[in-house]
């Protein structure tokens, strides 16, 4: 290591000020804090001083996000391996290829044939998000003439973890420059955006591309129209069209859908594996429980009000909290999503409010809006947009409070 510092410090001085690449001092510089901690660090009495910094912060995240990769390999493979057992046939698709040179077959119970399947579907989603996210943080640093930080580490795990696996790596590379840039770059950067980067990806892949991600296509990697009994619908599209009848849920095993075997996102099937990550996240402060707790709260209260309700044309309304908290990216969404730190409100009320109108958005967006019944997406980018506000009103309220106190 110490060979690769005297390297760096030579050809530093070409990319510092007044060097002949000045201009692309930011690609010098983000290879240099990645692998080393900056040289330059504040001394005088007046700067407080913290372990945790924004390359700490999102390595710890994607440390948390580490059981969901796993669960994601795993059960990508096991749900196109369980398809081809039953009939399906394998796509056609270069991946496939690379596969069949591997020799490992289509056995749903070989744990290494899951896993590698997985990974062939996983791994090339993943190059192209942070090839595509990369390219725009670069520019953007040359152009504007600041560091690379970061920030697009996370957004860069997040995207595959939330795309079908055999979604067309083209509008994958398309839809992570849309949210990079619209999401994140066009504010300023890591710390100004005000919309979550990954769903910005995520919804402009819905929106663009409804067939591959709207949730009543193939959402298994295999080819379903020979399989005995199999559709690739996810299982929030059944329970939008039967709700708890045998055509819906009924048939859905509620520990498999909490373990993460079932059809869906890569990566967004497991609440097990989020559970874990937010234990990560709360014991080193950097998720909020508060907004993890709103969430849950949320959905729990207005799933058991609709239940109560009850709906002669809509079967959705019958659906309870507890297939709400393992179906599609409520997982996903509530620990990873909703408790980014610049997107969601500063104070500790707002955190939980935020999180509970959260919760009570995306199921009404599943259950009113037979159109999406997925819904975590839309309640996270709307509640982005009122995070201020909700700042703004408890600041000014506290403001207020302590003036009646001390005047």
């Not at 994607?62 to 796993?70: G, L, S």
Request: glycine content about 10%; overall charge negative; hydrophobic content about 55%.
């Amino acid at each position: 290591m110490q060979a690769l510092r005297k390297i760096l410090d030579k050809v530093g001085k070409d990319f510092e000020h007044g060097g002949k690449f000045e201009r692309f001092h930011a690609l010098y510089d983000m290879h240099d804090t990645i692998l080393y901690s900056p040289a330059d660090v504040s001394k005088s009495g007046s700067h407080v001083r913290d372990g945790m910094d924004l390359k700490r912060m999102m390595f710890t995240v994607v440390i948390a996000m580490i059981p969901a990769v796993v669960m994601a390999l795993y059960n990508t493979g096991f749900q196109a391996n369980l398809a081809i057992s039953n009939g399906a046939q394998p796509l056609d698709a270069w991946q496939m290829t690379v596969y069949a040179a591997l020799g490992l077959g289509f056995d749903p119970n070989d744990f290494i044939a899951n896993v590698a399947h997985g990974l062939i579907w996983f791994a090339p989603v993943f190059a192209v998000t942070a090839v595509a996210g990369g390219i725009v943080e670069v520019i953007n640093a040359v152009v504007r003439k600041h560091e690379v930080n970061e920030g697009f580490l996370v957004t860069m795990f997040l995207i595959p973890l939330i795309c079908p696996a055999s979604i067309p790596l083209w509008q994958g590379f398309i839809a992570t420059i849309f949210g990079v840039l619209i999401g994140k770059e066009i504010f300023g950067g890591t710390g100004f955006n005000i919309l979550n980067p990954a769903l910005v990806t995520r919804a402009f892949l819905f929106f663009a591309y409804p067939a591959e991600i709207s949730g009543d296509k193939v959402w298994i990697a295999a080819d379903l129209a020979q399989a005995d009994g199999m559709s690739g619908a996810t299982w929030l599209s059944k329970a939008a069209v039967a709700g708890m009848s045998v055509d819906g849920l009924a048939n859905l095993d509620w520990m498999d859908a909490f373990i993460g075997f079932v059809p869906g996102s890569m990566g967004e099937t497991s609440a097990l594996a989020c559970i874990i990550g937010a234990v990560i996240l709360i014991a080193t402060g950097i998720g909020s429980w508060r907004t993890m707790l709103g969430v849950t709260v949320g959905t729990f209260a207005m799933a058991s009000l609709l239940n109560a309700i009850g709906s002669d044309t809509n079967p959705f309304f019958s659906v309870p909290a507890h297939y709400h908290f393992v179906l599609g990216g409520w997982a996903l969404g509530t620990v990873f999503m909703a408790t980014e730190p610049v997107t969601s409100p500063f104070t500790n009320t707002g955190k939980a409010i935020y999180g509970f109108l959260i919760g009570v958005l995306v199921v009404l967006v599943r259950v009113v809006n037979p159109a999406y019944p997925e819904g975590m997406m839309l309640a996270i980018l709307f509640m982005n947009m009122f995070s201020p506000f909700i700042d703004h009103f408890f600041v000014q309220a506290n403001i207020k409070r302590r003036v009646a106190r001390y005047a």
